[in-house]
């Protein structure tokens, strides 16, 4: 879980706190308790890598503001916790420095990309930790682990002395093992600094004394009632248990946007917060090199035209506009984790999110909840997207996820070509299921196997197109059908973006990806 342990530095941080209790000093709540800090951010005279050899031996000569305000609480900073090189993954297996492993089984991941300060806390090396979330790395690391993460509301807690990915979605959050822990933390770490300008002056107003019927509770009733596997018994056990404490759930529903086709966003955002190491070829030092790796993602995302990445941000603008509408008449939203899209919504529009533990499966694996507060005071969001997959074929590599969407295709939108073009997603429905007959290898990225033999809760399979993937007739395989509303595109040559036309009716040989020959 760890990369480095600072053992020396915590025991005199204990002691120091021993000695001022000893004296009679007014110490506060958090005051001795030992916390462990995500390797992404710096802290003096400490090897901070983010977990990439290019910053191996780069002893920061100051603190980032969370760390300083840690210190200023008095915690025992223990060290700092693994992660994914400069955040890239979802699953801690891509740190330049060897993965870390989930505490509740060793052969599985502890997600990503702080997954480190998740395992410290459920493997009790840590009773608290700092994390970071982009894209999910606190919420699915939450999960997966089976403890409590706190996604705060953008522009909640300074990144200053945090490494950048994106300057509109990066947000700092503690992981704990109860919600009241997490809330703690957060009132120590929240607040404006003078450094980071996009920080808000505004109250935290947490009660943990709250009467929660007196809480306006919305919950996604159509995902709860649709999801499955072995943790719908315990979201149902969830719900079962709010309504016995008399909370009234109402139910809701969230907007529907082409999410997948703005999400390129965050990775542009990178690529410019990475600019000089690409243009440097430091790049070429990072660990991860296949096609859907920061390296080459950050050269691919300089080919978006202007265009296009102000089109999505006009479309992100009305989202969150719609998401505030659809909070208004609520305190709180619930959600069941692995709750598909809502992952990549909270990151585009900065709600806060709450992971909350509910049971465990059958197989022994830790299973979530997910508490979104529509005032901002505790959380908003979901957590565990769809399970990743590597799809390889012909002289390519996509990343592929499925997801449980309605068996009618329901969870397919057109969208307009030029976002879909840009948009690095198409979704496809498989005919048959996962059964091989379409020719594809597929391989789980945590060494499982996917579904095979068809599966009637799996209707749409999204393709995040990275690179020179397919050169076959795909339309002539009986594999794979498109789903209503769709038509292949054709590809127009080198150089171009190439992706499944909603409207034209194009038909013949594909080419799906960014040819960038």
């Not at 025992?76 to 090189?85: P, S």
């Not at 920080?199 to 709860?224: C, E, I, S």
């Not at 139910?251 to 917060?273: D, G, H, K, M, W």
């Not at 996820?401 to 948009?423: C, D, E, F, M, Q």
Request: hydrophobic share 40%; glycine share 12%; proline share 7%.
């Amino acid at each position: 879980a760890f990369l480095e342990v600072t053992a020396d530095a915590a025991l005199e941080s204990a002691r120091s706190v021993d000695r001022r209790r000893a004296a009679g000093d007014r110490l506060g709540p958090l005051a001795g308790v030992p916390i462990a800090v995500k390797d992404v951010l710096t802290m003096k005279g400490v090897p901070t890598t983010c977990g990439s050899r290019v910053l191996e031996g780069w002893l920061p000569p100051y603190d980032s503001t969370v760390v300083e305000r840690l210190r200023a609480a008095d915690m025992v900073i223990l060290g700092k916790t693994n992660m994914d090189e400069f955040a890239m993954g979802s699953s801690t297996e891509h740190s330049a420095y060897g993965p870390s492993h989930n505490p509740w089984d060793l052969e599985r991941i502890p997600g990503g990309s702080g997954g480190g300060s998740a395992a410290a806390i459920a493997s009790f090396e840590a009773p608290l930790a700092i994390g970071t979330d982009t894209g999910g790395s606190v919420r699915i690391p939450a999960a997966i682990n089976g403890v409590t993460g706190l996604r705060p509301t953008y522009g909640r807690v300074s990144r200053a002395g945090a490494m950048t990915l994106s300057w509109s979605m990066d947000k700092i959050g503690p992981l704990c093992r109860t919600a009241e822990d997490c809330a703690l933390v957060f009132q120590a770490i929240q607040g404006p600094d003078g450094e980071d300008p996009t920080v808000l002056d505004v109250p935290f107003n947490y009660d943990a004394r709250l009467d929660v019927t007196k809480l306006r509770v919305g919950y996604l009733q159509t995902v709860f009632e649709t999801k499955t596997g072995d943790g719908r018994k315990n979201d149902e056990a969830t719900l079962a248990t709010l309504r016995q404490l008399g909370v009234r759930l109402q139910p809701v529903t969230f907007p529907e946007y082409p999410l997948s086709n703005i999400s390129f966003l965050l990775s542009t955002e990178a690529a410019a917060a990475f600019d000089e190491l690409t243009l440097s070829g430091q790049d070429d030092w990072l660990k991860q090199q296949t096609a859907g790796d920061w390296p080459n993602t950050f050269r691919q995302r300089r080919f978006v035209p202007a265009v296009e990445y102000l089109r999505a941000q006009r479309i992100r603008w009305l989202l969150i506009q719609d998401m505030a509408k659809a909070f208004a008449p609520f305190d709180v939203i619930l959600a069941p984790s692995g709750a598909g899209m809502t992952v990549l919504l909270g990151n585009l529009t900065g709600h806060p999110c709450v992971v909350v533990p509910n049971g465990f499966s059958a197989a022994g694996a830790p299973t979530s909840s997910i508490d979104i507060n529509a005032t901002g005071n505790v959380g908003i969001g979901i957590a565990s997207p769809s399970a990743p997959l590597d799809v390889q074929r012909g002289n390519g590599t996509a990343k592929v996820a499925w997801s449980a969407a309605n068996a009618n295709g329901s969870a397919i939108t057109a969208v307009p070509y030029s976002l879909l073009s840009h948009g690095k997603q198409v979704l496809y429905t498989p005919a048959s299921g996962y059964d091989g007959s379409d020719g594809f290898t597929y391989k789980a990225s945590d060494g499982g196997t996917p579904p095979s033999g068809g599966d009637s809760n799996i209707a749409a399979v999204s393709i995040e197109v990275y690179s020179l993937i397919y050169a076959a007739n795909m339309n002539s395989n009986p594999g794979w059908t498109l789903g209503t509303g769709w038509a292949w595109g054709t590809p127009t040559g080198n150089g171009s973006v190439y992706g499944l036309d909603p409207t034209s009716g194009h038909t013949g040989s594909n080419v799906i990806g960014y040819n960038l020959n």
